[in-house]
Nanobody
Framework: QVRLVESGGGLVQPGGSLNVSCAASGSIFSIYNMGWYRQALGKQRELVAIITSDGSTNYADAVKGGLNISRDNAKKTVFLQMKSLKPEETAVYSC?????????WGRGTQDAVSS
């Protein structure tokens, strides 16, 4: 069984920064793609960023410029650094990690951008 635990995030003022991380544990043989999604209240979940096993990154058009996704393979952890945040980026941010050829989801962390 695979477990994903997110940490970080919280409340920040507009223009501020937040960092979240997601650590995988359990019966892990291989980790492939790792990503972050977000879901705002009343909206569908959307992709934020993906990082492949070789470190290639892909960002959603709506978030380019303010985010940076990275990973630490030894720690089985994916990170998301968010800068210059806007109120409309308030959402539950969830990690999704491809482990042993299956996608697994974290429970999500609530990040709020408000003055």
């Amino acid at each position: 069984q695979v477990r994903l635990v997110e940490s970080g995030g919280g409340l920040v003022q507009p223009g501020g920064s937040l960092n979240v991380s997601c650590a995988a544990s359990g019966s892990i043989f291989s980790i492939y793609n790792m990503g972050w999604y977000r879901q705002a209240l009343g909206k569908q979940r959307e992709l934020v960023a993906i990082i492949t096993s070789d470190g290639s990154t892909n960002y959603a058009d709506a978030v380019k410029g303010g985010l940076n996704i990275s990973r630490d393979n030894a720690k089985k952890t994916v990170f998301l650094q968010m800068k210059s945040l806007k109120p409309e980026e308030t959402a539950v941010y969830s990690c999704s990690v491809e482990v042993n050829d299956s996608w697994n989801w974290g429970r999500g962390t609530q990040d709020a951008v408000s003055s």
